[in-house]
C-alpha cells in the first residue's frame, strides 16, 4: 500500500469536504432558501466559476483514463479526435445563448426538463425525460465510481470497497449539503487541480524523457500509431460523428446544460467562450497525446486506463504523483456532483412538484432535494459495490440516449415557433427506438459514424414532419419563448389561477 | 387558452427585442462549430489520410497531419473564440425584465 500517494489524496479529498462543509454553513443559516439556490445557485456565477464549471463537469474518468489509455494502442489518430470536445464551452454556451438563460429566468425554470414542460405542455414528454434522466445519469455515475474506484486500487493498493465508499460520503456529502455551490466551488478547485496536473506532468514526462528521443521511439515501434485512419479506425466519418456527438452534442446534456442558465451576466458567458476552449485543449490534446508517450515510457500495461496513473507514479517522486493522482479522481468526482443535482432536481422538481404535490412550497422543496441527493449518492455508492450486470448496458446507451431525447426538442423548442408536442414526443420515440436499434443490432447501417448521428438525423425529420402535421403551439406557449416579461408573467398568472 | 389555427403565425405577442441578438450568436456558433470541425478534419485528411507511415511528413517528431490539425485546432481554441465574441456577441442584460432587475421571478409559491 503506497501511504504517501494516498496521503496526499486525503489531503485533497479533505480540501473539498471542507469547501463543502463551508458552504453548508452559510446555507444553513440562509431562512427562505429557493430551489434556485440550492439547485443552480442563485443563477449567480461569473467567469470563473462558469468555465472551469462547465469544464470540470463535462472531464470526467473518460477524459483523463480512457482517452489516452486508447491513445496508448491507437496513437495519435485518438489525439486528433479528441480535438472534437475540446471547445465545449462554446459548444454548449452558443446554441442554447443567452435565450435559454433569460427564458429560465423568467419561467423560474431551474431544470432542462422543466424548460421542456412549459413549451410543449406535454406530461409524458416530461415524464419520460426526467425518469430517462434519472435512469442512465445514475448508470453513468456507478460507472463513474467503480473506474475510480480501481484506478485507486490498482495505484495505491486501498481495497476496492473503500475507494468506492471514500468517492460516496464525500461526493453525496458536500453535493447533498452544499448544493450548486459547493458543487462549483469544488469544481473551481477540481478544474485547477486537473489544469495544474496536466502541466506539471508533461513538465515532469518531458524532463526525464526527451521530446525526440519519445516520439523516435514510437514511430520506430510503432508506426502504425501514426498514421491516419490507423489501427483505431478514426475514419472520416468517425471522426464527424466524434465532432458531432462530443461536440455539438454536449450541449443539452442536463448536467452540462443546466450551467447556461446559471451565469450571472453576458460577460461571464463571454469570457468562459474565450477561455474555456484554451483550457480544454490542454485537458483533451494534452492527456491524450501523454497516452501516445505512455506507450514508449510505460509499455506492455494490461489496460489502457492504467497509462495515465502508471505514467504519474513511474515518472513523478511520490509527494508529486499524490496531487496528480487527484486530477483523474478530480475529474469524476466534478462530473458526479452535478449529475446528483439534476437527477435530484428531476425527482423533485420535475416529477414530484408536478404531480405529487403542487402545493409544495419552494422552501420545502429545497430541503426535500437535499435529501434526495444523498439519497441518490448512497444508492450510487452501494450499487458500486457490487455493480449489476445491466449497468454496462445502461452505461452504453446513457449519454447517447441523453442526447437523442433532449437535442431537438431543446434546440428545435428555443428557436422554432411551429415546433409543437407531437413533434417533439415523435422525434424522442423515433431517435430512441434508432439509437437503441443502430447501437444493439443494426450496426453496419451506421454508416461508419457513431448510431447517435443517424438517431438524430431520424428524430429530426420526425420532429419537423410531426410538429407541421399538427396544430400550431398555443398563444401561451409563444408568448413565454418570445415574448417580453409581461407576456410571460400574464399567462403564469393565467396557468396558476387555472389549477 | 388556444386559438384557431387561422390565426399562425400568432402576430399580437410583445416580442423581447434581446431575442433577435440571441438568434444571431446561436447561429455564428453553429457557424464555428461547422468551420472548427470542418477545418480540423479537413486538414488531418489533406495531409494525411489514407497513407502510410513512411509516406507521411513528420513535424517535431509527430505526424504532420497531427501536427498541422493541432495547429488549427489551437487557432480556432485560442484566436477565433475572440474574434467571434468581439464582432457577433454582445453585452446586455438577461434577467427576466431587463428594466427591472432586481424582482423575483414569481411572487407566489408552489405554482406552475
Known sequence: ?499 | MKRPDAEWPLTDIEEDPRYAQCNREMIASILYWLSYGAAVIGTAALLGYGRSATEIGYVFGIPSWMFWGAVVGLFFCAVVPTLLIKTVFANFSVAADPEAPDTLLRSDEGQV
Open chain 1, 1 to 499: 500500500m503506497d501511504w504517501l500517494t494516498l496521503g496526499v489524496l486525503c489531503v485533497y479529498l479533505l480540501i473539498n469536504a471542507v469547501i463543502g462543509y463551508a458552504v453548508w454553513s452559510r446555507r444553513r443559516r440562509l431562512t427562505n432558501e429557493r430551489t434556485e439556490d440550492y439547485y443552480i445557485g442563485g443563477r449567480s456565477l461569473g467567469s470563473v466559476a462558469l468555465v472551469f464549471t462547465i469544464l470540470a463537469s463535462l472531464v470526467s474518468a473518460g477524459s483523463f483514463l480512457g482517452n489516452p489509455g486508447v491513445a496508448y494502442t491507437v496513437g495519435w489518430a485518438w489525439v486528433l479526435q479528441s480535438l472534437a470536445f475540446v471547445p465545449s464551452a462554446i459548444f454548449l454556451l452558443g446554441p442554447l445563448s443567452k435565450k435559454f438563460a433569460i427564458v429560465s429566468r423568467k419561467l423560474g425554470s431551474v431544470t432542462v426538463t422543466d424548460i421542456l414542460r412549459h413549451r410543449y405542455d406535454n406530461p409524458f414528454l416530461v415524464v419520460a425525460a426526467a425518469v430517462g434522466m434519472v435512469v442512465f445519469l445514475v448508470a453513468y455515475m456507478v460507472a463513474q465510481f467503480v473506474g475510480g474506484a480501481r484506478v485507486i486500487e490498482s495505484i495505491t493498493g486501498l481495497p476496492y470497497v473503500w475507494g468506492v465508499v471514500i468517492f460516496g460520503v464525500m461526493v453525496a456529502g458536500y453535493t447533498a449539503f452544499g448544493g450548486f455551490k459547493a458543487d462549483v466551488i469544488t469544481d473551481v478547485f477540481q478544474g485547477l487541480v486537473m489544469l495544474a496536473g496536466s502541466f506539471l506532468l508533461w513538465f515532469a514526462v518531458l524532463s526525464v524523457a526527451s521530446w525526440s528521443e519519445v516520439t523516435e521511439e514510437v514511430r520506430r515501434t510503432s508506426p502504425d500509431m501514426m498514421t491516419l485512419p490507423g489501427p483505431g479506425d478514426v475514419t472520416i466519418p468517425f471522426l464527424t460523428s466524434m465532432f458531432i456527438v462530443f461536440g455539438i452534442g454536449s450541449a443539452v446534456l442536463p448536467h452540462i446544460a443546466v450551467r447556461a442558465m446559471s451565469y450571472r451576466e453576458t460577460q461571464a458567458m463571454h469570457n468562459a467562450m474565450i477561455w474555456g476552449p484554451m483550457i480544454g485543449y490542454v485537458f483533451g490534446v494534452g492527456f491524450a497525446a501523454l497516452g501516445v508517450f505512455a506507450h514508449v515510457l510505460v509499455p506492455n500495461l494490461s489496460s489502457g486506463d492504467l497509462a495515465i496513473p502508471t505514467l504519474i507514479l513511474d515518472v513523478l517522486p511520490g509527494w508529486m504523483a499524490g496531487p496528480l493522482l487527484a486530477a483523474p479522481i478530480a475529474a469524476i468526482m466534478s462530473t458526479v456532483d452535478s449529475m446528483i443535482l439534476v437527477v435530484s432536481a428531476a425527482i423533485v422538481k420535475d416529477l414530484y412538484h408536478n404531480y405529487v404535490d403542487r402545493a409544495a412550497s419552494d422552501e420545502r422543496l429545497s430541503k426535500l432535494g437535499a435529501g434526495t441527493s444523498l439519497v441518490i449518492g448512497v444508492v450510487v455508492m452501494v450499487a458500486a459495490f457490487r455493480p449489476p450486470e445491466l449497468l454496462t448496458f445502461l452505461v452504453i446507451f446513457a449519454i447517447g440516449g441523453l442526447q437523442v431525447t433532449l437535442f431537438w426538442p431543446v434546440i428545435l423548442g428555443l428557436y422554432w415557433k411551429r415546433a409543437n408536442a407531437t413533434g417533439a414526443v415523435l422525434s424522442i420515440v423515433s431517435g430512441l427506438a434508432s439509437f437503441l436499434l443502430l447501437k444493439s443490432y443494426l450496426t453496419a447501417w451506421t454508416l461508419g459514424m457513431d448510431p447517435l448521428v443517424i438517431s438524430l438525423v431520424v428524430s429530426g425529420v420526425a420532429f419537423v414532419a410531426g410538429s407541421y402535421a399538427t396544430r400550431p403551439p398555443s398563444r401561451s406557449v409563444i408568448a413565454k419563448f418570445w415574448g417580453t416579461n409581461r407576456e410571460v408573467q400574464t399567462v403564469l398568472v393565467q396557468e396558476g389561477s387555472l389549477r
